[in-house]
């Protein structure tokens, strides 16, 4: 076999997707999942997508009376329709009104019943709703995933049949590898598209009403400890702070000392020069 192997071996290859019937375009599967009518011969045609793959997101702000009541019932909700909280971030302020943003994952065949059930809970402030149509997306990830496979498998057989060269098995197993590659990215990326098509996304702020109370009654064991502990370090303060005075005048203490010794050593000297 020549050195041009290679190149024969990637119009082998093309050639075999060509005539593959699984090879299919994106925009051939796409005319398989539309349908084109005709209605009166006025040849106006209509043409409508089946399996419509929707990912459908939205944003709600709501004001309840009690966060406590509303928390309850939310997590009983979205776990009775299969879904389930995927972020919860709660603020409290004594005297003032709590707030709350929280996010949520539900089957996209219960995001219009989950709307409605906010909708009772409390006053909608605010709500935006988003259905984006990733049809075409998916039924073209879906087409290169097709032919991805396939080439994996005329490569596959191509490799088992090979006894070639070094050269030509090593360019065959590359392009193997990269088509390997290939299929695990595009199976990643439809994945991911099936999950948010599968679980709807809602993210919802909440602000309660009623004003968060977090004071407790303290018992009077507690209360007397309480004060025990505040006049012990009352009194530890008064020992540092007066220790700290006494610090503090030690130099003026030692100086108003010299000065007045220094009259009465004078005066004592005086007298004893008269004696004499």
Known sequence: MSARYPLALVTLIAACGAASPDNEPAAAMMSKATVDSTEGGGGAGLVVVLDRKVVHTGSASIRVDDWKVFDAALHARVDADGGFVDALDVRHTDGASSYAT????????????????????GEVESLTVHGTDVTAQWIDLDARLRNAHNTEARLTE????????????????????????????????????????????????????????????????????????ASVGLMGSVARGSALLL?????????????LLLPWMAAKRMRRARGA
């Open 102 to 121: 929280i996010t949520l994952r539900v089957p996209a065949a219960r995001w219009d019943a989950l709307l409605d059930w906010v909708g009772t809970q």
């Open 158 to 229: 191509l490799l088992a049949r090979q006894s070639g060269s070094l050269d030509n098995v090593l360019a065959v197993e590359r392009e193997l590898s990269r088509v390997r590659e290939e299929i695990e990215t595009q199976d990643a990326q439809r994945r991911g598209l099936d999950a948010q098509v599968a679980m709807s996304t809602l993210r919802l702020s909440a602000r309660v009403e009623t004003p968060f109370e977090t004071a407790v009654a303290i018992g009077f064991g507690d209360e007397a400890a309480h004060t025990l502990s």
């Open 247 to 259: 610090v503090a005048l030690a130099p003026w203490l030692a100086a108003g000392t010299a000065l």
